[in-house]
């Protein structure tokens, strides 16, 4: 399976951000998101673990209750259940992935 850019389907979150769906299969996937300087990922929780990697921009990311600056380059690791946020301090890009796959988003791929 190939992952092409100009295939990803698009979603609009907000008026500050929207996702792209970059692959998929039964168990992993893998999306980018693009927010614009003050878009917020609010505080939330879900069953899937998630392993995310900043690409561009910076990041205010709040994971169990601990805050910290992310840039490009880094990442996190919210585990099953786990209440975590995050505020783009810049124009930024960040990629999330997921076990298992987000149903939600699935219908965009």
Request: a negative charge; charged letters at 25%.
């Amino acid at each position: 399976m190939y992952i092409l850019n100009e295939e990803a389907n698009l979603q609009e979150i907000d008026d500050k951000s929207y996702r792209k769906i970059l692959g998929s299969n039964g168990s992993l996937m893998m999306v980018e998101v693009h927010f614009k300087e003050g878009g917020i990922g609010t505080s939330h929780n879900h069953i899937h673990e998630q392993i995310s990697y900043v690409v561009k921009g910076q990041f205010c990311v709040t994971v169990d209750g601990e805050e910290k600056i992310l840039n490009p380059g880094d990442g996190f690791y919210a585990g099953k259940n786990v209440l975590h946020g995050l505020i783009a301090l810049k124009d930024s890009i960040i990629v999330d992935v997921f076990t298992p796959i987000r149903e939600e988003f699935s219908c965009l791929h």
